[in-house]
Each structure stands twice: as C-alpha cells, then as structure tokens.
C-alpha cells in the first residue's frame, strides 16, 4: 500500500513562516497530481494548493502570494512553504495525491490522503 507521512507543523506567531513536507512511501510506479488541503473543526476541508508531476502549480486565493508548493519527484515528496502566516491560517493541513503503484500484474490508480499536521497561528 501507499502511505503519506505529513512533517512540518506546530505552533508560529502571525507574520511567521513554516515548512510542510509529505513524503509518499510504498511500492509506487508514478504519481500524478500532489496537494494540500485544510481543515478547521465544523468547516468543510478546502483547497490551500497542488501541483502536478511536470511542475504546474494551483492555489487558492487565501495562498497566492503567500504559499509555495513545490515537489521532489526523486523524494515521492511534496511541500508547503507558508510564510507570512495569519490566525486565519490555522486549521489541519493534510496532503493528497493520485499514486499509481504496479501489483506485479497490473497497475492501479488510487487517491490518498496522509493523517494532517496541525498549524496554529498566534496573533
């Protein structure tokens, strides 16, 4: 199977930065489109970014300008460089991605989601 493994989060003052990386692991043959969403308690997740495997990057309109997402392919792994972070910002941030893996017979096309990594912002 095809684990995600988030990294990254924890506790920053308003007006500071944070690193979040997702490192994809298991048998995998190719994967397609990574991203990362955010979830705050009674909100329904939402989109921050993605970015597919020849580099071409999506973000939501509360992350121009102030998030990049960037991937190693090599690593199977995706990041989220916040900076500028705001109280808003706080919430569960989870990544996603669209993994081929080969059984030995056949290849299969899933969607995953790793476990989130909390973010606080203190104002």
């Known amino acids: 199977q095809v684990q995600l493994v988030e990294s990254g989060g924890g506790l920053v003052q308003a007006g500071g930065s944070l690193r979040l990386s997702c490192a994809a692991s298991g048998i995998i043959f190719s994967i397609n489109a990574m991203g990362w969403y955010r979830q705050t308690p009674g909100k329904q997740r939402e989109l921050v970014a993605t970015?597919?495997?020849?580099?071409?990057?999506n973000y939501a309109d509360a992350a121009k300008g102030r998030f990049t997402i960037s991937r190693d392919n090599a690593k199977n792994t995706v990041y989220l460089q916040m900076n500028s972070l705001k109280p808003e910002d706080t919430a569960v941030y989870s990544c996603?991605?669209?993994?081929?893996?080969?059984?030995?017979?056949?290849?299969?096309?899933?969607?995953?989601w790793g476990q989130g990594t909390q973010v606080t912002v203190s104002s």
């Open positions: 970015i597919t495997n020849g580099g071409s990057t």
């Open positions: 996603n991605a669209d993994v081929t893996r080969y059984t030995g017979a056949y290849y299969v096309a899933n969607n995953y």
